[in-house]
């Protein structure tokens, strides 16, 4: 089955601090998986997908089929980080995304 | 920037009655989908609709659900007889093509007492 995981509802971090939001799937097909982020009162955006290999706002996330992560991290979390992130894995036959439960991150001045 | 709009932000309805949740996808896109968040659990996929009609839909999406784009820029949700189980935020989105950027609207609450 399809499922996408997000271990922590909660975290909270200082400012400074490094960031990792947790991010594991489970899917049999080749995955395409992303980044979404819901700052306060704001619709969901696009942060990263992982085929684009892009850093955003100093976020990185690599693939790990082995492991079957995309963990979402930032070396220096900043007060404005503070927002829900939700993992999200697209699948191939009809696009629809499969979502993570999402992780509130709290960065702490 | 172009954008996704949903409209009504909040909708109260009573059991029974029926809504009508309205988006505007972006212009240029192709496709377009409707997303449910109940309070407190995960955002789950509800339908696609591509060609005007529907490419996938859930187990969610039942009888009491349809979907329409009845212009060249409205897509619309419809829920026949609302029950007190499908109070969540609805979120509509859109993208140029089934493979590229989904780009959601603000969402619709809706209350159903």
């Known amino acids: 089955a399809q499922r996408v995981t997000q271990p922590e509802k909660l975290l909270s971090v200082f400012k400074g601090a490094p960031v990792e939001l947790k991010c594991n799937y489970s899917y049999s097909g080749s995955p395409e998986l992303f980044w979404y982020v819901q700052y306060s009162r704001q619709r969901l955006q696009l942060l990263l997908r992982h085929i684009s290999r892009e850093s955003i706002k100093g976020f990185t996330a690599d693939l790990n089929k082995g492991e079957t992560s995309f963990h979402l991290k930032k070396p220096f979390a900043q007060e404005e980080d503070s927002a829900m992130y939700y993992c999200?894995?697209?699948?191939?036959?009809?696009?629809?995304?499969?979502w993570g439960a999402g992780t509130k991150l709290i960065i702490k001045p | 920037e172009p954008e996704v709009t949903q409209t009504p932000s909040h909708q109260v309805t009573q059991m029974g009655q029926e809504v009508i949740l309205r988006c505007v996808p972006i212009?240029?896109?192709?496709?377009f989908y409707w997303y449910r968040q109940i309070l407190g659990q995960k955002v789950e996929f509800l339908v696609s609709f591509y060609n005007n009609e529907i490419s996938e839909k859930s187990e969610i999406f039942d009888d009491q659900f349809s979907v329409e784009r009845p212009d060249g820029s409205n897509f619309t949700l419809k829920i026949r007889s609302t029950k007190l189980e499908d109070s969540a935020m609805y979120f509509c989105?859109?993208?140029?093509?089934?493979?590229?950027?989904?780009?959601f609207g603000q969402g619709t609450r809706l209350t159903v007492v």
């Open positions: 989105a859109s993208s140029q093509q089934g493979n590229t950027e989904a780009f």
């Open positions: 212009s240029n896109h192709l496709y």
């Open positions: 999200a894995l697209r699948v191939y036959s009809n696009y629809q995304l499969i």
